[in-house]
């Protein structure tokens, strides 16, 4: 009966060995997949953290770009009115010349309405001359 009571015994052993032994296999499996999990999690973050200041750094630069063209725009916008008030500035210092040159004896002091009215009617006439004359010349310089 010892033998049977002994066999039963390392049978019992053996059960309670094998239950431990699944306990411990379950508990590292659980801690393994639990540390896989969190490294996961972990490492998703970072691709998110990542993505998300790429995207910033990309709205960044977008936007510094858009300031930058903007600030061109603004140049060349200047530019252009600057050109424009220089070549008005020069149309009517050569009108003034051309005027000088052309304007009528006693047209700077009128002696009646009715020469008041036939120095301006000769000075639009003189005006509208100056003006094909002018565009004539500017538009054969920009070709």
């Known amino acids: 009966m010892d033998k049977v009571k002994r066999l039963q015994m390392n049978l019992v052993i053996k059960i309670a060995l094998g239950v431990i032994l699944a306990f411990v296999i379950m508990g590292v499996s659980a801690a393994l997949i639990e540390f896989y999990a969190v490294q996961e999690m972990q490492e998703s973050l970072l691709r998110q953290q990542k993505q998300k200041q790429t995207q910033i750094k990309q709205q960044h630069e977008a936007k510094l770009r858009d300031q930058k063209i903007q600030r061109l725009l603004a140049i060349k916008e200047n530019q252009k009115k600057a050109k424009e008030q220089q070549l008005f500035r020069e149309k009517q210092q050569a009108w003034y010349a051309w005027y000088n040159k052309r304007e009528p004896k006693g047209c700077d002091n009128w002696q ?3 020469h008041m009215v036939e120095c301006i009617n000769k ?4 005006k ?9 010349q500017l538009n054969l310089s920009r070709k």
């Open 123 to 126: 000075k639009m006439d003189l």
């Open 128 to 136: 509208s001359e100056f003006n094909k004359t002018w565009n004539l």
């Open 112 to 114: 009646s309405d009715r």
